[in-house]
């Protein structure tokens, strides 16, 4: 396990600088590489969007956070998903690229809801601050994408799954972090058993 500290990334996110972003990837893939590692994972949503960056110049392959997100709502039934996370993830292409290949519908959250999540997400849940009224925002929002017709939604960040779940939410609950956990885990075992 290798990583930056969350400042390095948001300089560059915030400065929209995806190729510094990627570069940092590339720094921790390398030194993971030459400890043995045999395949790279990142948990964190947003800076997926920097992969296409990463993966030309890579020495390992990546375990791809939103594609084992789509196996997961493909394999459950899952027909049209609601999208949350950061900002910069839910104005990505990182999950509709994944769930489409996967024939699979999405929704994002609006502007106002993006803005709002984007708040909390930065100045309230990355510093463990869990206030009711952060909840009812995402509840709101998950409501909202239930009335246009997603089925299930994506907690795409990693501080989510802190203050929502299958328990508080009116839709199934995806949780991108768990996921990919139990993707590492399976291809691990599977790698040691080949």
Same mark, same amino acid.
């Given at each position: 396990?290798? /990583?930056?500290?969350?400042?390095?990334?948001?300089?560059?996110?915030? @400065?929209?600088?995806? %190729?510094? $972003?990627? &570069?940092?990837?590339?720094?921790?893939? &390398?030194?993971?590489?030459?400890?043995? !590692?045999?395949?790279?994972?990142?948990?964190?949503?947003?800076?997926? %969007?920097?992969?296409?960056?990463? +993966?030309?110049?890579?020495?390992?392959?990546?375990?791809?956070?939103?594609?084992?997100? !789509? &196996?997961?709502?493909? !394999?459950?039934?899952?027909?049209?998903?609601?999208?949350?996370?950061?900002?910069?993830?839910?104005?990505?292409?990182?999950?509709?690229?994944?769930?489409?290949?996967?024939?699979?519908?999405? @929704?994002?959250?609006?502007?106002?809801? @993006?803005?709002?999540?984007? =708040?909390?997400?930065?100045?309230?849940?990355?510093?463990?601050?869990? =206030?009711?009224?952060?909840?009812?925002?995402? %509840? %709101?929002?998950?409501? @909202?994408?239930?009335?246009?017709?997603?089925?299930?939604?994506?907690?795409?960040?990693?501080?989510?799954?802190?203050?929502?779940?299958?328990?508080?939410?009116?839709?199934?609950?995806?949780? /991108? +972090?768990?996921?990919?956990?139990?993707? $590492?885990? =399976? =291809?691990? $075992?599977?790698?040691?058993?080949?």
């Amino acid at each position: 396990m290798h /990583s930056h500290s969350l400042a390095d990334y948001m300089n560059c996110i915030y @400065r929209g600088d995806w %190729q510094g $972003v990627a &570069d940092l990837m590339l720094l921790s893939a &390398d030194k993971l590489a030459g400890c043995g !590692a045999e395949f790279l994972i990142c948990p964190d949503n947003t800076i997926h %969007q920097a992969l296409p960056f990463v +993966t030309p110049h890579c020495p390992l392959p990546w375990l791809h956070i939103a594609e084992v997100v !789509a &196996d997961e709502a493909a !394999a459950r039934g899952f027909r049209r998903l609601g999208l949350t996370g950061t900002r910069w993830l839910v104005e990505s292409n990182v999950y509709p690229e994944k769930l489409t290949a996967r024939g699979l519908g999405y @929704r994002r959250p609006t502007a106002a809801e @993006r803005d709002e999540t984007n =708040r909390i997400i930065m100045e309230e849940l990355v510093y463990a601050v869990f =206030r009711p009224e952060g909840l009812r925002v995402f %509840q %709101q929002m998950i409501e @909202r994408m239930k009335s246009e017709g997603c089925d299930a939604v994506v907690l795409g960040c990693t501080e989510f799954p802190l203050i929502i779940d299958d328990a508080n939410s009116t839709l199934p609950t995806l949780d /991108s +972090t768990r996921l990919l956990a139990r993707a $590492v885990l =399976r =291809r691990a $075992v599977e790698g040691a058993s080949a």
